[in-house]
């Protein structure tokens, strides 16, 4: 199993990017798929996660501001964010996990598959 991101950089506040997370090894439409961050100095935490059944769950501090989708045919998930926040610097993961669960940002099992991660610095 493999997990790609792609699409980080350093952005303005106020500004967007998309992320991308090509997998590979495993039928992301069966699975739950994640994305988190770690800013440094801080726990990692969950932003969103979208199950098999496209049921999604996000950080309180992102909703409204950040969109997960998944393509199935090109077995990538995407987040898109708007409206970047100096805070919203970290470095960004994509996870998978055939039963995981996400409660809250802090509070979250059962990801058992992650990408290397991929920097975002708003300024």
């Known amino acids: 199993v493999q997990l790609v991101e792609s699409g980080g950089g350093s952005v303005q506040a106020g500004g967007s990017l998309t992320l991308s997370c090509e997998v590979s090894g495993l039928d992301v439409s069966r699975y739950c798929m994640g994305w988190f961050r770690q800013a440094p100095g801080k726990e990692r935490e969950a932003v969103v996660v979208?199950?098999?059944?496209?049921?999604?769950v996000y950080a309180e501090s992102e909703k409204g501001r950040f969109t997960i989708s998944r393509d199935d045919g090109k077995s990538t998930i995407y987040l898109q964010m708007d409206y970047l926040k100096p805070e919203d610097t970290a470095i960004y993961y994509c996870?998978?996990?055939?039963?995981?669960?996400?409660?809250?940002?802090?509070?979250?099992?059962?990801?058992?598959?992650w990408g290397q991660g991929t920097q975002v610095t708003v300024s």
């Open positions: 979208v199950d098999s059944v496209d049921l999604t």
């Open positions: 996870a998978a996990g055939a039963r995981a669960r996400m409660y809250t940002e802090n509070n979250y099992r059962g990801f058992d598959a």
